[in-house]
């Protein structure tokens, strides 16, 4: 069993910051691919950055500037510093890991969401 355990959702003003952690835990060899997403209610999850194990990075253009991924894969924990926040980051974040439950084969995970309301 491979748990996604997420933290640091909340209310903040506009302009204001907020840092998401995902820890993982369980039985697994490694983990590759970890990301985050979010959700707006009644439509479809979407990505907001990505990170390899070889801590490339990638982020929807939305975010670009404004919200950094980084992960540390001692604690097998990834990060989401958010920055400059807006009314349109208000949305449920969910984490994601692709672990290695047997060698050579991955299999995604999901945390449980966490709520980011932007609002004065």
């Known amino acids: 069993q491979v748990q996604l355990v997420e933290s640091g959702g909340g209310l903040v003003q506009p302009g204001g910051s907020l840092r998401l952690s995902c820890a993982a835990s369980?039985?697994?060899?490694?983990?590759?691919?970890m990301a985050w997403y979010r959700q707006y209610p009644g439509k479809q999850r979407e990505l907001v950055a990505s990170?390899?194990?070889?801590?490339?990075?990638r982020y929807a253009n939305s975010v670009k500037g404004r919200f950094t991924i980084s992960r540390d894969n001692d604690k097998k924990t990834v990060y989401l510093e958010m920055n400059s926040l807006k009314a349109d980051d208000t949305a449920v974040y969910y984490c994601?890991?692709?672990?290695?439950?047997?060698?050579?084969?991955?299999?995604?995970?999901w945390g449980q969401g966490t709520q980011v309301t932007v609002s004065s």
């Open positions: 369980g039985r697994f060899f490694s983990i590759d691919l």
């Open positions: 990170i390899s194990s070889g801590a490339t990075t």
């Open positions: 994601s890991a692709d672990c290695a439950v047997q060698r050579g084969v991955f299999f995604r995970y």
